[in-house]
């Protein structure tokens, strides 16, 4: 079978998801061209260099409607006979671009793809573009739709984590995220955001939150208490479906679950023949993927069924697998992981995650493929495992693997 | 077919009069709907009318559909029911419609004849679809009386397009009050609502609605929905504020329900579905919805227990025919919680009440009890200070047995002890004579032993209230093996007066409620005990539309009254006794935790008697079990350990009647009211599926799931228990 390889992983900076983030003056088209502009640069492509730009975004409603892959290619300066394809698979449309780029090239169907994701969450509220599965009664009430922070917290319960756990989790996160920066662990892949003039408008993530420790975080009141307890009750609900839980506890609150900001990813994905004409090294092959359906009411608990299927796909057990990158949806999505595979906590997300940097909905499952490969390329490593639990009760997967 | 009348004024009003001769409120039947466009037709015709206005001819303005008429489309529509039922209800649509757009030009939306509703009383179901059709609703101030769509309460939801009209007249949100709680309002409240526009002086309703007709003009009668630019009220279901209410609305209504309601959820369906498309597929989608309730069984068992057989108890079901036997003057013997309670209903029912107890300041405060409830209901408007004189001057509270000279009643609630309950009798009967119907009150104790101590025993009954007495609507009434019809009629009319509703059962051991309700404690604690999660048990109560789980009931009922219970049981059954439960609850009762009363029990309780969560000392006595069984599981167990009980109290002549085994047990202790009652449940299950399931849990959990011979013989004959036992147009009722 042809092999799938990584060339390129680049990301923006993530901003603030509001008013006085540095991003919020930029739109959803630009900062996708801004991303597919840098992977040409960098890369050298040029003309129909890419069989498509499979682009990934949750929100896809006004400036992020109506096809924005195709409308970012043409605002970028990619050939126009480059298509575009927009997907969604919510937090993981970053990642599932990129395994359906992978999959196409090892299916022999074109030589190479620009796979990656936008989120300009400041701009496009999280939401907006509805969801049946919330506001049509008789499904939401069929599968027991609960919000995912009610989700987050029924993991929480059901497998016995406590807010001082979440929270170190997140003061880890921070520490984490901090640290990197400061060794300028991401000085490979984040490309700087300029205006229209050349100007810098962001070339940092500025979400991050350094100092943040047990005692800040312990300040802060739970987020899902009230629409949980009082209105509308969304605890009811999950213990229709976990009746052997007597109360959900919340324990998440903004400090231990990912944040709201604006950013994009790339990926350049090929075959080899493609590298060898453009004169480029394959950095990682894309040796495994996988995608799966969960319970939607505990909705969050994806990264595990799916861990254990591209585990079992590919013919590999945990042990196999040097470093890990579990989106930090929420603390408690990371800690259901750690229990699961009972994995050392050194090994994931060793340069911090959402809870620190943000979590662009759309791209994040494409920066923390290129986070992993990062960090496999600085510590010397040969193999990595990325993840994330997506809403409704999915979760994907991707193994990379050094070459 | 004379229910609708049409009287064509000089004026050129045309007055629509619904006047159902055989009955004391209109009812819709599918005859007089025809009638309705006939009417309808001729006036939009006729070039002499220049509007109409639909009246009562009776003090009030409709009760509802006939429920009776919908169960009969769907039986005699052979094989296909639903589309029976849909064709019905989308004529009635087409009448609507066709009422509610008059003649106006639909490019246009010129030319149409302004249509009013007067509104002269309680007006309710299809009589309030009919009003919300016409294009302005103008109620007499007659402040007893009420509208509303009540539909809900009984298992169904307005499918005669009150739930399309309503919901986009007000949202979603405004609406839910009137749709999913069935609230009934009185006129001033019905205007705040939007049901109706006017309240009038009931003598000038007639003139009032002719009035407006003749003054209104095409602008007045173009409904919202039905010109360019509409919006949903409130948001419609993908605009940002009908997100957050649709959003929200199904989450409480499915915690609310537990999910076993299908009425609510049809309904909250079709307002969400039909908010996102035009009005006449609304119709259409409110349709579907509205067929698959009345297609579901639960539906159809509801309506029956909950309505029809519920009314047919209150009217005299099985009265035995013997002349009127009214009580004009109630002794009650005893002033303690029941006793107190008991006085206060009759004496709110008018009825003169003497009220006994051995000490006068006893007596004294069972008459405040009386007094206490008065105050809250003035509180809340519903009891005006002449109210509260009158029916506190009814109630004689003292000591002076010989107060009790003329009463025709006497219901006994004194201590539960046998030997004091004869005395009792005995003292009292020397006072008001053998003729006077002499009931005791006994939750517990057998009727035909305690008709003993008196010397007629034909005149001795048992009357079993619930507690607490002002708010249960059951009144078990208990025949002990010489009661004759003359003091079962004397208690079926006395719990007409005081409207509660009333079955009337055979003596034997607990009777009939406490008998089901005992097992299902019993069930409860038998996990416990397993080492099944409690909050399983409790969720799984709850989940299956039990209002308390067995736990949370033991506690609120005291687990000394269950450790009193059981050593009675033992002491009567001897051998044959079972007592798995035993050391659970005498070991709660020697720890002091005998449940609310003692702020600790299953549950833990707060200083103030707040139940705060299950007690977590629970797991140290009895550990969790590493399987836990299947929510399902529990579910059967608890529910067949009542259902089965139920059914050897029929086996055994206890119950003579399934309608009062299926209204009792929801009315006398919340059984699971989805199901339309215990009987009704097993005619879901069908009765083989039943028998199959006995067998399981018999294998699984022990002999007391042991399949009951009768119904043994109704699965190996694929029967039903209202097939068999159904008396005449109730068995296929709704």
Same mark, same amino acid.
């Given at each position: ?20 983030? /540095?991003?919020?003056?930029?739109? +959803?088209?630009?900062?996708? !061209? *801004?991303? $597919?502009? %840098?992977?040409?640069? #960098? ?42 394809? /927009?997907?969604?698979?919510?937090? +993981?449309?970053?990642?599932? !671009? *990129?395994? $359906?780029? %992978?999959?196409?090239? #090892? ?48 993991? +929480? ?8 756990? %979440? ?237 | ?734």
């Amino acid at each position: 079978m042809t092999e799938a390889y990584i060339y390129d992983a680049i990301r923006t900076p993530r901003g603030k998801g509001r008013k006085d983030g /540095a991003l919020h003056e930029v739109t +959803a088209a630009r900062l996708s !061209a *801004v991303t $597919l502009n %840098a992977i040409k640069d #960098r890369n050298n492509l040029d003309g129909h260099a890419v069989e498509d730009v499979i682009w990934g975004n949750v929100t896809q409603v006004m400036e992020q409607g109506g096809c924005l892959a195709r409308t970012a290619v043409l605002a970028s300066e990619l050939d126009q006979r480059i298509p575009g394809l /927009a997907i969604n698979r919510f937090c +993981a449309s970053g990642m599932e !671009a *990129v395994n $359906l780029a %992978a999959n196409q090239v #090892r299916g022999g169907a074109g030589s190479a793809y620009i796979a990656g994701g936008v989120e300009m969450m400041g701009r496009v509220a999280m939401g907006s573009d509805g969801a049946a599965i919330a506001v049509d009664p008789s499904i939401a009430m069929d599968t027991y739709f609960v919000p995912q922070g009610i989700s987050a917290d029924i993991i +929480a319960t059901e497998y016995g984590f406590s807010r001082d756990d %979440a929270d170190a989790l997140a003061v880890e996160s921070q520490n984490r995220a901090a640290r990197a920066w400061a060794e300028g662990r991401f000085d490979k892949s984040v490309i700087p955001v300029r205006d229209i003039n050349g100007l810098t408008i962001l070339d940092r993530d500025e979400y991050l939150r350094p100092g943040t420790d047990m005692q800040s975080l312990g300040a802060l009141k739970p987020a899902f208490k009230e629409m949980g307890e009082m209105m509308p009750g969304f605890d009811q609900i999950a213990l229709m479906k976990y009746p052997h839980l007597e109360k959900i506890e919340h324990i998440h609150h903004a400090g231990n679950s990912s944040g709201i900001v604006d950013g994009a990813a790339a990926l350049l994905i090929g075959n080899a023949e493609f590298g060898a004409a453009y004169g480029l090294k394959p950095r990682a092959r894309i040796k495994a993927t996988a995608k799966i359906g969960t319970d939607p009411t505990i909705m969050l608990t994806g990264p595990v069924p799916a861990t254990e299927k591209i585990l079992k796909d590919s013919g590999m057990s945990i042990s196999d697998i040097d470093l890990f990158e579990v989106n930090e949806a929420f603390s408690s999505v990371v800690l259901r992981f750690l229990q699961a595979f009972d994995v050392d906590h050194g090994k994931v997300n060793v340069n911090g995650g959402a809870i620190a940097m943000g979590h662009p909905l759309g791209a994040t499952g494409a920066m923390i493929i290129g986070t992993l490969l990062d960090e496999l390329e600085r510590t010397g490593k040969g193999t990595g495992l990325a993840t994330l639990c997506v809403a409704s009760g999915m979760g994907a997967a991707t193994i990379i693997e050094r070459v | 077919m004379t229910d609708f009348t049409m009287q064509a004024d000089a004026d050129g009003v045309a007055v629509i009069t619904w006047d159902v001769k055989a009955k004391s409120m209109n009812v819709l039947t599918r005859e007089a709907f025809a009638l309705v466009e006939e009417l309808l037709d001729a006036a939009l015709a006729d070039p002499e009318v220049k509007g109409i206005v639909i009246a009562s001819g009776k003090s009030t303005f409709a009760g509802g559909m006939d429920l009776n008429t919908l169960a009969t489309i769907r039986d005699e529509a052979g094989d296909d029911p639903a589309q029976a039922l849909y064709d019905f209800t989308m004529n009635g649509h087409r009448i609507l419609r066709k009422l509610e757009r008059a003649g106006l030009d639909p490019k246009t939306n010129k030319g149409g004849k302004p249509i009013a509703c007067a509104i002269p009383g309680t007006c309710a179901g299809i009589g309030t679809e009919i009003a919300l059709a016409c294009h302005r609703r103008i109620m007499a101030d007659d402040p007893k009386a009420r509208i509303g769509l009540p539909e809900i309460l009984v298992g169904i939801f307005p499918g005669g397009g009150g739930t399309t009209r309503y919901s986009r007249m007000v949202g979603a949100m405004q609406a839910a009050p009137v749709l999913l709680e069935g609230k009934m309002l009185a006129p001033k409240a019905a205007k705040s609502a939007q049901l109706i526009d006017e309240v009038v002086a009931p003598e000038d309703l007639l003139a009032r609605a002719k009035e407006w007709v003749l003054s209104a003009t095409d602008a007045d009668i173009v409904k919202p929905w039905d010109q360019k630019g509409w919006k949903m009220p409130g948001g419609a279901p993908y605009h940002p504020a009908g997100f957050m209410t649709f959003v929200g609305a199904s989450a409480m209504i499915n915690g609310k329900t537990k999910g076993v309601y299908p009425a609510a959820k049809a309904l909250l369906s079709a307002v969400y579905e039909g908010a996102l498309v035009d009005f006449d597929t609304a119709l259409r989608i409110e349709t579907r919805w509205f067929v698959s309730v009345l297609m579901n069984p639960s539906s159809s068992a509801m309506i029956r227990s909950l309505f029809l057989n519920k009314e047919a108890l209150e009217k005299g079901a099985n009265r035995p025919a013997v002349p009127d036997q009214r009580v004009a003057k109630l002794g009650v013997l005893g002033a303690g919680m029941m006793g107190a309670g008991i006085a206060y209903v009759a004496a709110n029912a008018g009825i003169e009440v003497v009220l006994i107890d051995a000490a006068q300041d006893a007596a004294g405060r069972g008459k405040a009890h009386a007094e206490s409830l008065l105050d809250k209901g003035m509180k809340r408007g519903k009891v005006t200070p002449e109210k509260k004189a009158e029916v506190l001057g009814r109630i004689h509270a003292t000591t002076d047995h010989a107060a009790l000279a003329g009463c025709d009643l006497i219901v006994e609630a004194v201590f539960e002890d046998v030997g004091v309950k004869a005395e009792v009798t005995k003292m009292v009967l020397s006072v008001v004579g053998p003729d006077c119907i002499f009931a005791t009150n006994t939750s517990t104790l057998p009727i035909t032993e305690l008709a003993k101590a008196s010397d007629s025993p034909e005149h001795f009954i048992g009357i079993h209230f619930f507690s607490p007495v002002d708010k249960m609507a059951l009144v078990e009434i208990i025949k002990g093996a010489k009661t004759g019809d003359r003091a079962v009629a004397k208690a079926l009319d006395f719990v007409r007066q005081i409207r509660k509703t009333p079955i009337v059962v055979n003596d034997a051991r607990f009777f009939y409620a406490n008998r089901c309700i005992i097992p299902y404690i019993n069930e409860g604690i038998r996990m416990v005990a397993e080492g099944v999660a409690p909050a399983l048990i409790e969720n799984a109560a709850k989940l299956v539309g039990m209002p308390l789980g067995p736990l949370q009931l033991t506690d609120e009922t005291s687990l000394d009254l269950g450790a009193k219970i059981a050593k009675a049981t033992k002491a009567a059954m001897g051998a044959a006794y079972d007592d798995t439960v035993d050391p659970v609850i005498f070991g709660m009762v020697d720890a002091g935790r005998l449940g609310r009363k003692s702020n600790a029990g299953f549950y833990a309780y707060d200083e103030s008697g707040k139940r705060l969560g299950l007690w977590d000392g629970l797991a140290d006595h009895y550990p969790l079990a590493a399987d836990q069984p299947e929510l399902v599981e529990v579910q059967h167990r608890l529910l067949f350990a009542q259902v089965l009980e139920a059914v050897r109290a029929l086996e055994e002549g206890v119950l003579t009647d399934i309608r009062e085994g299926d209204v009792g047990a929801i009315l006398g202790w919340g059984f699971a009211p989805w199901s339309g009652g215990p009987f009704s449940w097993l005619d879901i299950l069908g009765t083989p599926y039943a028998a199959e399931r006995c067998d399981q849990l018999q294998a699984a959990y022990g002999d007391r799931f042991a399949c009951p011979a009768l119904l043994r013989e109704m699965a190996d004959k694929g029967q039903s228990f209202y097939g068999r036992f159904g008396a005449g147009v109730d068995s296929k009722a709704a």
